[in-house]
């Protein structure tokens, strides 16, 4: 497999399917039209170039609270990720997180990016984030956050 930001035309969208009619639309419209300033969209290929996963990411603001009061941050949103219903418990997902989080640390467009930000939605995906090291996010009920700093201690860099 190989992981690469998406291009237009270069990279086959047809026949993916993770079983989620919300997250296909996703990347169908995504794939057409492409995705706003300050999005990305990366993918999984295949040997062939389709698609067999993606995860998008935006930079957001957060707030963060703290004892002398709120502050807000910028952060990277890890904001929309699928799988190929026939790669699903393959790892597949765990290697797109992981991936995007390598990415992001060193990508420009995320350079002032303080925390990684995530909204899992299943129990799996939740399972995932919190073995990244991700946990609740004081402020935002149902995000799970790691800060840049124990992203880059992760990762080594």
């Not at 057409?32 to 957001?60: K, Y």
């Not at 290697?95 to 899992?120: G, Q, W």
Request: proline residues 4%.
């Amino acid at each position: 497999m190989r992981f690469a930001e998406y291009i237009r035309g270069v990279h086959m969208l047809a026949g993916f399917d993770c079983g989620n009619v919300a997250m296909n639309d996703f990347l169908q419209q995504a794939g057409a039209h492409g995705v706003p300033d300050g999005e990305h969209l990366w993918v999984s290929l295949d040997d062939t170039r389709c698609v067999v996963g993606f995860i998008s990411t935006q930079i957001c603001e957060v707030e963060l609270i703290q004892r002398a009061g709120a502050s807000v941050i910028p952060a990277v949103n890890l904001a929309a990720m699928g799988v190929s219903s026939a790669l699903h418990r393959s790892g597949l997902g765990g290697n797109l997180f992981a991936r995007a989080l390598v990415t992001c640390v060193s990508h420009p467009a995320y350079s002032e990016c303080e925390a990684f930000l995530c909204l899992p939605k299943h129990i799996g995906t939740i399972r995932m984030c919190e073995n990244f090291g991700f946990v609740p996010f004081p402020t935002k009920p149902g995000y799970f956050w790691l800060s840049r700093h124990a992203v880059e201690r992760m990762l080594r860099l």
